[in-house]
């Protein structure tokens, strides 16, 4: 058995080496912050509470599968509800769609979501199987030649949505929105993305009770169970590397640290600029586009609103304008606005009588703008949907890119590592093997990508990778 350093305990560190302790290696989880969990994080003041990453669960298997692993279930660790509906979504026009759980009665609907089926289970057996180091990693997975033109990867979400919903352009921005799950453009990330709409339908949207910080506790309380040394508040420095291998840490008191193998939940740029330096790899990874990254409002409110489920959108009137802006650099003059008011389900995530808002709107990576008049017009615009929260705000805190980049160290605060823009996005993505033997690499930054779910998924990647190199395998 090996000894194992993750170097980071979000959720893709804390899976993968929940998954390798159960192994029966030695692992340590070495976190900077104070908390695990990563962008699997939690506000709190004055009585309301807000999860200021990820905001709902989809394919609740997959956690549970892991925990099954730890000789738990997911069941047992976290009390999920699952939303009914699932979403709201609001334009400027006066259209209203409510998609819940047994789906959604608008003409072209199904046949989106039956499109997304098909891309999803060809993408569950090949994408999602293994590591990926380039096309032909993807093209030996293929049981057939019709799977490469069933996981649509030649078109952008755009076009796909529009060849189902024809004029319809509501409902062709509705669907776009599947782009912005892993922080990509509809007019440039591939038709592929349209699999979340048969995810949602098929596998549920999910809440965890007390919170999405319940999910994070969970994690952390498996992994402690199992055994897993978990030691916050600890910098890394550096790994420690031979020409050939990585042998440990340096840690910033100092302290070395022997290991036969890390497992880095980094921003890969970090990795190669900071952690490892390694100029050719840095090169490969600055390829990769940054995913966008957000402007958040929590908002405290008095009251209660009419109309409003648990999670709502309101949408732009422009959706090209708007994601041309982001791609200029620039905050969107008028962005499509997520909220998520988790007090609609769960009254503890509020004091009595009021609302918890999580505020988010899309924001380019490495923007710098002024958090007070950002916030100004986020309201302003939510006020010109008809919803206005000003005369009743108790408090508002805001988290800008370069709050999330100081916290993450993800480059410019990209929220979701790398971005599914363009054709090849899932092919320069981070590879989870390291340049250096014995070094992987897991999480949002790296192969499959971004998000609760593909994150947890790679932890299985890398588990059996280094299983492989273990038992003496290449």
């Avoid at 098929?202 to 897993?228: E, I, K, S, T």
């Avoid at 009588?353 to 703008?369: D, K």
């Avoid at 302003?380 to 100081?406: C, K, M, N, Q, Y």
Wanted: charged share 25%.
């Amino acid at each position: 058995m090996a000894t194992v350093a993750v170097v980071g305990g979000g959720v893709g560190g804390l899976a993968a080496a929940i998954r390798l302790r159960v192994r029966g290696h030695d692992v340590t989880v070495f976190e900077r912050n104070a908390e695990l969990g990563g962008k699997l994080a939690v506000l709190t003041r004055d009585g309301f509470s807000f999860d200021v990453g990820p905001s709902l669960v989809t394919l609740p298997h997959v956690y549970d599968e892991l925990f099954r692993l730890a000789g738990t279930t997911l069941a047992d660790e976290v009390d999920l509800v699952r939303l009914d509906p699932q979403f709201r979504y609001w334009w400027r026009s006066g259209r209203h769609v409510e998609v819940r759980d047994d789906g959604c009665d608008v003409p072209g609907w199904a046949e989106f979501v039956r499109r997304g089926r098909t891309i999803w289970e060809v993408s569950e057996r090949t994408f999602f199987a293994g590591p990926m180091s380039g096309p032909w990693s993807l093209a030996r997975r293929l049981r057939r030649p019709r799977d490469l033109t069933d996981i649509d990867p030649l078109r952008t979400l755009h076009a796909a949505a529009a060849d189902v919903f024809g004029d319809d352009a509501e409902m062709v921005q509705w669907a776009g929105r599947y782009a912005t799950y892993s922080g990509s453009s509809p007019f440039r990330a591939p038709a592929t993305l349209g699999c979340i709409a048969h995810v949602e339908h098929a596998y549920g949207c999910w809440y965890p009770m007390g919170g999405l910080g319940a999910l994070r506790d969970a994690f952390v309380r498996v992994a402690a169970r199992v055994g897993v040394d978990l030691r916050c508040g600890v910098e890394v420095r550096s790994i420690t590397a031979t020409a050939d291998r990585v042998n440990g840490l340096l840690l910033a008191d100092g302290t070395v640290v022997a290991a036969d193998v890390v497992v880095a939940n980094a921003d890969a740029t970090h990795l190669y600029r900071d952690l490892l330096p390694d100029d050719r790899a840095l090169r490969a990874v600055r390829r990769a586009q940054p995913s966008t990254s957000g402007f958040v409002i929590c908002a405290g409110v008095r009251g209660t609103t009419p109309g409003i489920a648990h999670h709502d959108i309101w949408f732009s009137d422009d959706s090209r304008l708007e994601f041309d802006e982001l791609a200029a650099g620039r905050l969107p003059t008028d962005p499509t606005i997520y909220a998520c008011v988790s007090s609609v389900t769960d009254p503890s995530q509020a004091p009595e009588g009021c609302e918890n808002w999580f505020l988010l709107v899309n924001a380019p990576a490495g923007a710098r703008f002024d958090p007070s008049s950002s916030e100004a017009l986020v309201l302003d615009r939510l006020a010109s949907h008809g919803v206005e929260l000003r005369d009743r705000l108790l408090f508002t805190e805001t988290i800008t890119p370069a709050d999330l980049e100081a916290r993450y160290r993800s480059p410019g605060g990209a929220i979701y590592g790398t971005s599914s823009d363009g054709r090849r996005a899932a092919f320069v993505r981070p590879r989870n093997r390291g340049v250096r033997r014995g070094l992987y690499l897991v999480g949002g930054s790296s192969h499959p990508g971004g998000g609760l779910p593909l994150v947890t998924m790679s932890a299985r990647i890398v588990d059996e990778m280094i299983a492989d190199e273990v038992a003496g395998q290449p």
